[in-house]
């Protein structure tokens, strides 16, 4: 058995990563991908990810800045388990409501330490890209997500309320130097 790693997307994932999406799927994320279409045009989205042009979130509304994002995803064994999405840069709405990291781990693989994994083994990328604080924004009843990123160093700043438009989220900064 190998350790998990962090990988940029590729097609050896195929596999397990539609598993994974159809599981993201059933408890109501990513419900506006395809997943026939991620499935028969699985290449192109590998390539769309790479290039950053394509998004493993809501899409934002037009009047939302763009960002150039990085993907990584941890596998292990082979297996998908989870996504990094590395926001090489702030907008404002990022600012508040995403922040410069998200990551997920497939509903299978929860509770086995993963989520501090991703984490853990993305801020080296972070720091690669420059980033020198980098903020991560939680649901406020997420408290798994509150423990991982207390754990890994994240020190809370505040949390925005709710609007008409977007949810409540607790801001949390992570030291990168």
């Not at 598993?19 to 109501?28: S, T, Y």
């Not at 506006?32 to 950053?52: A, C, P, Q, R, W």
């Not at 993963?114 to 083994?121: R, V």
Request: charged share 30%; hydrophobic share 35%.
């Amino acid at each position: 058995m190998s350790a998990s790693k962090l990988v940029k997307p590729a097609v050896e994932h195929k596999e397990s990563y539609l598993e994974a999406l159809k599981e993201f799927q059933d408890e109501g994320r990513y419900t506006f991908l395809d997943i026939k279409d991620v499935e028969s045009s699985f290449e192109d989205f590998i390539h769309k990810l790479n290039e950053g042009k394509k998004h493993l979130h809501k899409p934002y509304a037009d009047w939302v800045e763009p960002v150039p994002e990085t993907v990584l995803w941890l596998v292990k064994d082979g297996a998908f388990i989870g996504t990094l999405n590395i926001r090489h840069r702030l907008n404002w709405h990022l600012e508040k409501w995403g922040g410069h990291i998200n990551f997920v781990v497939r509903p299978s693989m929860r509770g086995k330490g993963f989520a501090k994994k991703i984490l853990q083994k993305g801020m080296p990328f972070v720091c690669y890209l420059g980033i020198e604080r980098a903020l991560i924004t939680i649901d406020p009843k997420d408290e798994v997500g509150r423990h991982v990123v207390e754990f890994c160093g994240g020190q809370f700043d505040d949390e925005t309320p709710e609007t008409d438009q977007f949810p409540a989220r607790r801001r949390y900064w992570l030291d990168c130097s």
